[in-house]
């Protein structure tokens, strides 16, 4: 599948750019973009004012993606936007804005005149949500930052408190989710139903389900913007994440899913499911890399996404020793500068700061700012408090290794013996014991669980119990499974023979 989608983006953008060759900015009339472009389309009489300034190679553009449109040729669709709209804009509007809509309206008729049975790429839905919640996330750093703001923005602002309220953001979303009843048909996919048979006409139509999908998609980023991160999880519930799915179309969108979720189980200290979700999609990026570079509008973004969850996964990973895949340790290695990488294991708090602050997403505040009170820097606020809540969590737990080291050394050990070691007294030494117990207690995701559900478990690799004045510890060090690294191998074999063939 992967071969067959990165051959029709090749053969997409080699086609355009043939069209394109001859076109010089100066919209030369003679070069029409005519292959496979429709020119003899039935355009309604228009006064010279109504198209001026519309140049034929762009007329025939745009009949042939209205066209395909009213067709619902989706890959043609795909191609004419991907590719052709982009050669277009390099070409001939790279310092210059393309015809006004108003120019553009009677080349198709000013739109259609009876409701159209849309059916869109799924990337291109994607995208609608995508970028309506980064239109909100915008809008909100935006009210709150004064800086270079005039008296006349300021009023503007506070005359209309509404504008891009969260309510209403979440009303979009979920509105798009009853509708499609999206909920309703994961559940049934996931039992092995079919999932027409709980949908009625919206949610069978591919445009309200994939909506709709992505919709929850667009909730999880959202209730993580605001910092409510169970909610986050739980819009997720008839979501699996650990298993391919046939919603899983868009990869920009399951590097967005996975990054948020990774992100939302770190701030709930539920790190070992925050490292599978991350080490996951991180190994998904390496695989599909060779088809991603092919969308360079998306390339970009997943890349500065992807060294943002391999700092995620430093922290998660310093913060949680467990067992993890072994390719995902060696490209956490190349990927990942290897100096931070020690300040973290050295429990350097600034450090910890810094890559907090490049890995985490821009905070938003859900309500809307008093303008007669606020200050240059309250837009940093929503950001600030994240931090600080991570950074209390971080010093909770910066002597654990440490203490860790020790127990692995030792069957019995006084209390005070070893707490002179690590210089502390006695009654502050017993208290860190404590929180090592609960800290190395994680809540953990299990097979056939909702996102949100988990069960206990620990990760510490000692196990202790104090009598008296007395520490007995017991080594849990798990046996190393050779057998899992020796598939592991073997799976690496077969993609690399499948790469070369």
């Not at 009213?70 to 050669?87: H, P, S, V, W």
């Not at 139509?205 to 959202?222: D, E, Q």
């Not at 997720?236 to 189980?265: D, H, I, R, W």
């Not at 809540?389 to 909770?396: A, G, H, I, L, S």
């Amino acid at each position: 599948m992967a071969g067959q989608e990165q051959g029709f983006y090749t053969a997409a953008e080699e086609f355009v750019g043939a069209q394109f060759d001859s076109l010089l900015p100066s919209y030369n009339t003679g070069s029409d973009y005519d292959g496979g472009i429709v020119d003899d389309y039935d355009e309604p009489p228009a006064t010279a004012n109504q198209t001026y300034g519309v140049p034929d190679f762009v007329r025939n553009y745009v009949r042939s993606l209205y066209r395909a449109f009213t067709e619902r040729r989706i890959d043609e669709m795909q191609m004419l936007c991907e590719a052709g709209f982009i050669k277009l804009t390099e070409r001939s509007f790279s310092k210059s804005p393309w015809p006004d809509a108003d120019r553009i309206a009677p080349i198709v008729n000013n739109g259609a005149k009876a409701p159209v049975r849309l059916e869109l790429p799924h990337q291109w839905l994607w995208n609608i949500i995508d970028e309506f919640i980064y239109q909100f996330q915008s809008f909100s750093h935006y009210r709150y930052k004064l800086k270079h703001k005039q008296e006349n923005e300021l009023a503007m602002l506070r005359d209309h408190p509404k504008v891009w309220n969260v309510h209403g953001v979440l009303n979009v979303l979920h509105s798009f989710v009853e509708k499609s009843q999206i909920n309703n048909q994961l559940n049934a996919y996931n039992n092995g139903d079919d999932p027409k048979t709980v949908a009625d006409e919206f949610g069978r139509c591919p445009l309200y389900k994939m909506l709709g999908y992505f919709s929850l998609i667009g909730l999880l980023r959202l209730h993580s913007l605001l910092g409510d991160y169970y909610q986050a999880i739980k819009v997720l519930e008839n979501v699996q994440l650990n298993k391919k799915s046939m919603y899983a179309v868009v990869p920009a969108c399951q590097v967005t899913t996975y990054y948020y979720v990774g992100f939302a189980y770190l701030m709930m200290r539920r790190y070992q499911d925050a490292i599978g979700s991350l080490s996951n999609i991180l190994l998904y990026i390496q695989r599909t890399k060779n088809m991603l570079q092919d969308k360079s509008y998306q390339f970009d973004q997943i890349a500065k996404k992807e060294l943002q969850m391999y700092a995620l996964l430093a922290m998660a990973w310093i913060m949680y020793p467990c067992r993890i895949d072994e390719s995902v340790l060696s490209l956490l290695g190349e990927k990942y500068d290897k100096e931070k990488f020690i300040k973290l294991q050295q429990g350097s708090l600034s450090q910890f700061e810094d890559s907090f602050a490049y890995a985490c997403p821009k905070f938003v505040s859900p309500v809307v700012p008093d303008y007669e009170t606020l200050s240059q820097s309250q837009h940093k606020a929503p950001y600030q408090f994240q931090l600080k809540n991570f950074v209390n969590e971080v010093k909770q737990q910066v002597a654990i290794p440490i203490i860790r080291s020790y127990l692995k050394l030792y069957t019995t050990m006084p209390v005070a013996k070893l707490a002179a070691f690590l210089d502390m007294d006695e009654d502050n030494f017993r208290a860190q014991l404590l929180s090592f117990k609960h800290k190395m207690n994680n809540l953990v995701w299990m097979k056939g669980q909702r996102a949100i559900d988990g069960e206990f478990q620990t990760s510490s690799g000692v196990s202790f119990y104090i009598d008296g004045d007395m520490i007995h510890i017991a080594d849990c060090k798990v046996v190393p499974r050779y057998s899992e690294f020796f598939l592991q191998q073997i799976r690496k074999y077969n993609e690399l023979v499948k790469g070369l063939s």
